[in-house]
């Protein structure tokens, strides 16, 4: 338990529907991650939130729609995906510090596969 | 823009040798993280290297950052079956909440 959860756990789904991965923190922190990590690739960065607002959005095609109700929580919504879209997706959460340079470590859920038909 | 390699892309060693994996910047950091991702799992932190010539260890795993900050390494004393997975980098060029991965490091040990 690393204190990111994730679900579904695994999805199915068609080109043509439409769901939403969830990710739920409860370290308190006040930054939640996106990634997609396929087969071949590395863990590619999607959208990073950052106190709520969107502070990246890494040319990610627009059928994937982020949204951060509070810093607790992040959805990534899915519509009209595509087989290659197939991976599995990973949030993850930091605690940003207010100022300086010291980054802190992120804790990741355990990802929801994805499987595009 | 910044860029980072990570090597080699995968190992496979026997139970007991050395492994290494070493990521390198064309930029200067301010600090790297490094991660570990078990087969079928997340990942892990495990340390994070903030000063020119750092070195830490955890037991049989040892961390170096370079005295340019431009280079890391991952250094696997005696390797053993528990320490199979993905070794990743996450290298920091300044403060920010971009936190972009190295392609990793595919570890196997055969017993």
Request: contains cysteine; positive net charge.
């Amino acid at each position: 338990e690393t204190g990111v959860t994730q679900t579904p756990r695994h999805l199915v789904m068609g080109m043509t529907n439409k769901k939403s991965l969830k990710c739920e923190q409860h370290l308190g922190h006040n930054a939640m991650y996106w990634y997609k990590q396929s087969a071949k690739k590395p863990l590619e960065l999607m959208f990073v939130y950052s106190l709520e607002e969107r502070v990246e959005n890494n040319s990610v095609p627009s059928r994937f729609s982020p949204e951060c109700p509070n810093s607790s929580h992040l959805f990534l919504h899915l519509h009209t995906l595509q087989p290659e879209d197939s991976a599995l997706y990973l949030c993850a959460s930091s605690q940003l510090p207010p100022s300086g340079i010291m980054n802190t470590e992120a804790f990741f859920g355990q990802g929801t596969r994805l499987t595009v038909v | 823009g910044q860029q980072v390699m990570q090597i080699p892309q995968y190992q496979h060693v026997q139970e007991g040798e050395d492994f290494t994996t070493y990521c390198n910047s064309s930029t200067t950091l301010s600090n790297i993280q490094w991660y570990k991702q078990r087969p079928g799992g997340h990942p892990v932190f495990l340390i994070q290297l903030v000063k020119s010539g750092e070195v830490k260890k955890q037991k049989r795993l040892t961390f170096q950052f370079g005295e340019a900050k431009k280079n890391s390494s991952l250094h696997i004393t005696a390797t053993q079956t528990t320490d199979v997975g993905t070794y990743f980098c996450a290298p920091h060029m300044e403060y920010g909440n971009k936190l972009v991965f190295g392609a990793g490091t595919i570890l196997r040990v055969k017993s």
